[in-house]
RNA sequence: CGGGGUAUAGUGCAACGGUAGCACGAAUCCUUUGGGAGGAUUUAGUCCCAGUUCGAAUCUGGGUACCCCGACCA
């Protein structure tokens, strides 16, 4: 992409009203824009790092069976008249039609995939059985805040599980656990994210949530110093031990909730009479678990734990692109050599952000380091002398020369 | 929903009740180009509604929006 042909700029100051890190640092770097409070627009960059998060999420729950469906935004009030949510939940959404038929925006999808699956699910061959979607959710938040942490429409990847018996649910649930833990890891989260206990609402013990440590957190967390276990403040009354090692200490620390997982039980599949029947011809209800991660959370997450005092620094994997290629005196020549090199990268399958406006090094390297794109490769009249071109780690110091000629061998090894 | 704060140009800041100004941005031209360049010319604004006043960005009342703290968070 050339960056003298993206319509979005970045801003030298952030707008005074964003308090938030992360919400500051990607809105200075044109990643995303807000409309209104809790409500924002994810502008180039930020959507091509939204997808790249979709799509770690996506390849790692297809891993574990999960079969991707995408289901309304529209609830009809009637399902959720049947859980009793249309009255207790109190973030949902509610609209009204032109013939008064009342609908919820979905703000999860409990109501829709019960009654959905129960339609091609009748017997105990036809389980276990695993669905998911990645939606926007909508929740009318009494305040939304933190940018894009805590939003009142954002992007949710639920998946969904079920099962003939709790055992076979107690399996599933330990899978996505690790899954979850594998996403986290792609993403450059894992060193600072826990797993932690927390109240299960109505119709389980606990569940468990993962929790990334940062300041910008709005959950407090209680981490077991021997085995690393974290427990919710929430609940943290109920364990003066850590339940896992038996030991005392821990350490109190902010964190933000990245990822939920629910053992729902009978909670959904009860209301809908969702039943299937057993090997021994008895009819049962099915059992069913929840899971959710939040790619636009985690989006603002990543920033707010990879950043300096320059801009953002996104791991590998999730960067908008794999290499900010950046012309300096913007000569014929170095255009030319610029441009060409542009092109052989996009043919090698490198995604290259091209910094081909006409601006001074130092705006550009300024912006280089703003938006956070992991490798910089320069060009200039200096390092055309060799035959070079330069090269720099986002968040490194050390700078390399390398020869053109050699640069898509230097590459091979590093993207 | 309770408490606090803020609202002036695209962004950040000024302006005693008396001609709304500065920096950055954007536009044109010239000179520049290795860490946010220089000159010239231009562009664009007082959140909304009332009130007080000869006169309101400024004072008063009401509203709205946004931010922060708390409560809440399947």
Redesign the pocket.
């Known amino acids: 992409m050339k960056q003298s042909q993206i319509f979005c700029?970045?801003?030298?100051?952030?707008?005074?009203?964003?308090?938030?890190v992360s919400?500051r640092l990607l809105i200075?770097a044109g990643f995303v824009a807000?409309l209104?409070?809790?409500?924002y627009t994810f502008l180039p960059f930020g959507l091509r790092v939204l997808e790249k998060i979709q799509k770690i999420i996506s390849e790692e729950i297809e891993e574990i069976n999960g079969k991707r469906i995408l289901m309304p935004v529209l609830v009809p009030k009637k399902n959720w008249q049947k859980t009793g949510?249309w009255d207790?939940?109190?973030?949902l959404f509610k609209v009204k039609g032109k013939n008064n038929q009342e609908y919820g925006l979905g703000?999860?999808h409990?109501e829709v995939i019960a009654p959905l699956v129960q339609q091609y699910v009748s017997s105990y061959k036809d389980l276990p059985c695993y669905v998911y979607q990645i939606q926007t959710k909508f929740?009318d938040?009494?305040?939304?805040?933190?940018?894009i942490l805590?939003t009142r429409e954002f992007d949710?990847k639920?998946l969904y599980s079920f099962h003939t018996d709790e055992k076979d649910l107690d399996r599933y649930y330990e899978k996505v656990k690790n899954t979850y833990f594998k996403i986290l890891k792609r993403m450059g989260l894992r060193a600072q994210t826990y797993l932690c206990l927390?109240?299960g609402?109505?119709?389980s013990k606990f569940s468990h949530e993962f929790q990334t440590i940062t300041p910008?957190g709005?959950?407090i967390i209680y981490i077991c110093e021997n085995c690393g276990l974290a427990i919710n403040q929430?609940i943290k009354a109920e364990y003066p031990k850590c339940p896992e090692c038996g030991k005392k200490e821990f350490k109190k620390e902010k964190a933000i909730?990245v990822g939920?997982i629910?053992k729902l039980k009978t909670?959904y599949t009860e209301p809908f009479n969702f039943q299937f029947i057993d090997k021994d011809g008895s009819k049962k209800l099915v059992i069913m678990g929840?899971y959710?991660i939040?790619p636009s959370r985690l989006m603002g997450t990543i920033v707010e734990t990879h950043n300096d005092e320059?801009?953002i620094i996104w791991p590998k994997e999730i960067a908008p692109f794999q290499v900010h290629l950046i012309q300096?005196?913007?000569?014929q020549k170095i255009k030319n050599v610029a441009e060409k090199l542009y092109n052989d990268l996009q043919k090698q399958g490198v995604e290259v952000l091209y910094d081909d406006r006409?601006?001074?090094?130092?705006?550009?390297?300024?912006?280089?380091?703003?938006i956070g794109i992991p490798l910089?490769i320069?060009?200039?009249?200096?390092?055309?002398e060799t035959n070079c071109?330069?090269i720099?780690n986002r968040g490194e110091e050390k700078?390399q020369l390398v020869k053109i000629k050699e640069l898509s061998q230097f590459l091979k090894s590093y993207v």
């Open positions: 700029k970045t801003l030298r100051q952030a707008p005074k009203d964003e308090k938030c919400a200075r807000k209104s409070a809790g409500v949510r207790s939940f109190k973030e703000s999860t409990e929740r938040e009494i305040r939304a805040k933190s940018g805590r949710m639920d927390a109240s609402g109505s119709f910008a709005e959950d929430e909730e939920n629910f909670k929840c959710g939040g320059k801009g300096i005196e913007n000569t006409d601006k001074t090094a130092g705006e550009k390297f300024a912006d280089a380091d703003l910089r320069v060009i200039s009249k200096k390092t055309l071109v330069e720099k700078i």
